[in-house]
């Protein structure tokens, strides 16, 4: 968890996260206890750390992960103890203009939640020696278990692995989402993918999954470079 951010070079010569019991309710209706299983680390989590991004604290980091189902509360339908799920940042809620418009990944509730800290289902609902724990883009996924609302998870077939699972919440949503869903690429044509971290990785394999006949992967970085081919780029520029 993190108690206070803004702390010089992060890591380098300081030590901001610390790792504390915490006290964690059962989940109430709409939520659900999700056992941590992966949770992968996104460049969002370190401005989280070091202040880039104003959010309320205390607060538990971490938003891409993947898991197993524990417990559920009441009127959960989507979701069943055993399952696995992948962990999604922004929940949404079906019912504001954005998501009767199809545009759920800016669903005006889920976004309120997330900048105040809390899951769409209310909260803070963690404790930590007595005071409210924030949870980080609705998930607070550094921990061994998560409370979670419904609405932030995606269920995953079991072959799935973790590892890879972890990934699908942000950066692959992100970058598979802006070709195959925002860009709409069409069987036949050609994309250019410029930066090749996660999220640009995930780009290059919604390329891929489109049916893109020329993909151009751009990043001064040589091994990111081979990486993007290995996964389906057909050029490569530096």
Same mark, same amino acid.
């Given at each position: 968890?993190?108690?206070?951010?803004?702390?010089?070079?992060?890591?380098?010569?300081?030590?901001?996260?610390?790792?504390?019991?915490?006290?964690?309710?059962?989940?109430?209706?709409?939520?659900?206890?999700?056992?941590?299983?992966?949770?992968?680390?996104?460049?969002?989590?370190?401005?989280?750390?070091?202040?880039?991004?104003?959010?309320?604290?205390?607060?538990?980091?971490?938003?891409?992960?993947?898991?197993?189902?524990?417990?559920?509360?009441?009127?959960? @339908? %989507?979701?069943?103890?055993?399952?696995?799920?992948?962990?999604?940042?922004?929940?949404?809620?079906?019912?504001?203009?954005?998501?009767?418009?199809?545009?759920?990944?800016?669903?005006? %509730?889920?976004?309120?939640?997330?900048?105040?800290?809390?899951?769409?289902?209310?909260?803070?609902?963690?404790?930590?020696?007595?005071?409210?724990?924030?949870?980080?883009?609705?998930? %607070?996924?550094?921990?061994?278990?998560?409370?979670?609302?419904?609405?932030?998870?995606?269920?995953?077939?079991?072959?799935?692995?973790? @590892?890879?699972?972890?990934?699908?919440?942000? %950066?692959?949503?992100?970058?598979?989402? @802006?070709?195959?869903?925002?860009?709409?690429?069409?069987?036949?044509?050609?994309?250019?993918?410029?930066?090749?971290?996660?999220?640009?990785?995930?780009?290059?394999?919604?390329?891929?999954?489109?049916?893109?006949?020329?993909?151009?992967?751009?990043?001064?970085?040589?091994?990111?470079?081979?990486?993007?081919?290995?996964?389906?780029?057909?050029?490569?520029?530096?």
């Amino acid at each position: 968890m993190l108690a206070s951010s803004g702390v010089p070079r992060p890591y380098a010569r300081s030590r901001p996260l610390a790792i504390e019991e915490i006290e964690a309710p059962e989940p109430s209706a709409g939520e659900a206890l999700v056992r941590i299983k992966a949770a992968s680390l996104c460049r969002s989590d370190l401005s989280v750390v070091n202040g880039d991004r104003a959010w309320p604290l205390p607060i538990v980091p971490g938003h891409e992960a993947a898991g197993v189902v524990e417990a559920v509360g009441p009127e959960v @339908t %989507a979701v069943a103890p055993g399952e696995h799920v992948a962990l999604v940042f922004l929940a949404r809620c079906g019912r504001c203009a954005r998501c009767a418009e199809g545009q759920a990944h800016l669903c005006e %509730a889920g976004t309120r939640a997330n900048r105040e800290g809390r899951l769409l289902t209310g909260g803070p609902r963690l404790r930590w020696r007595g005071r409210p724990l924030h949870h980080h883009m609705g998930l %607070a996924a550094f921990a061994e278990l998560a409370l979670v609302a419904e609405a932030s998870l995606v269920r995953l077939p079991p072959e799935v692995p973790f @590892t890879e699972a972890s990934l699908f919440g942000c %950066a692959g949503m992100c970058g598979a989402g @802006t070709v195959l869903d925002t860009a709409g690429v069409r069987p036949g044509q050609s994309v250019a993918v410029i930066g090749l971290g996660g999220v640009g990785l995930a780009a290059v394999l919604g390329a891929v999954a489109a049916g893109a006949t020329r993909i151009v992967a751009v990043d001064p970085s040589p091994a990111k470079r081979e990486l993007a081919r290995a996964l389906g780029a057909t050029d490569t520029v530096d």
